[in-house]
T-cell receptor, first 116, second 112 residues
């Protein structure tokens, strides 16, 4: 099956710093990537959808200036949390799919962000 | 806006029991439905994917059914084992290329 990786798997940072999370599709070209956020004991909430070469579409309530998403190639998308604060501490999961394929979303293993 | 509801929120059963997890969705115009498993602090493991034209899918001890017109899906787990303990998430895709929308999950605990 298709494999999606995320890096780092976990990160701890100080309040006010920026953190970049990478999401890579290892064996397919991802025309679309999705970013989700999961707070403790909550479900996955969609943050944004990005198509390669286009600006990301953010869900209502997600600050696009705080969560910068770049999908510059068919195998890489990045999420940058700018000026992170403790309330941004969460589990961030990316997902990728390609339109010509089975239209199934393949998920990365997630990144645990802790902001002190 | 699509909403996905899972009942029950938590379930505890003794080993060996057969059990059913329920998922309902408000907009029946879906492209597909997927069931996932999530262990604590971990990512998602895809269990079963049902396309909108299908009625059910089976994998080992798992069977998922889909009744699109009524907006319901069930995940049946046969002969439950302690290793089945996890949170089970149901998610629906509205159209090709759009994102999966998730329910809040059912946390299953199987005791030996």
């Amino acid at each position: 099956g298709a494999v999606v990786s995320q890096h780092p798997s976990w990160v701890i940072c100080k309040s006010g710093t920026s953190v970049k999370i990478e999401c890579r599709s290892l064996d397919f070209q991802a025309t679309t990537m999705f970013w989700y956020r999961q707070f403790p004991k909550q479900s996955l909430m969609l943050m944004a959808t990005s198509n390669e070469g286009s600006k990301a579409t953010y869900e209502q309530g997600v600050e696009k200036d705080k969560f910068l998403i770049n999908h510059a190639s068919l195998t890489l998308s990045t999420l940058t949390v700018t000026s992170a604060h403790p309330e941004d501490s969460s589990f961030y999961i990316c997902s990728a799919s390609w339109l010509a394929g089975p239209n199934e979303q393949f998920f990365g293993p997630g990144t645990r962000l802790t902001v002190l | 806006k699509q909403e996905v509801t899972q009942i029950p929120a938590a379930l505890s059963v003794p080993e060996g029991e057969n059990l059913v997890l329920n998922c309902s969705f408000t907009d029946s115009a879906i492209y597909n439905l997927q069931w996932f498993r999530q262990d604590p602090g971990k990512g998602l493991t895809s269990l079963l994917l049902i396309q909108s034209s299908q009625r059910e899918q089976t994998s080992g001890r798992l069977n998922a059914s889909l009744d699109k017109s009524s907006g319901r899906s069930t995940l049946y787990i046969a002969a439950s084992q302690p290793g089945d303990s996890a949170t089970y998430l149901c998610a629906v895709k509205g159209q090709a290329g759009t994102a999966l929308i998730f329910g809040k999950g059912t946390t299953l605990s199987v005791s030996s």
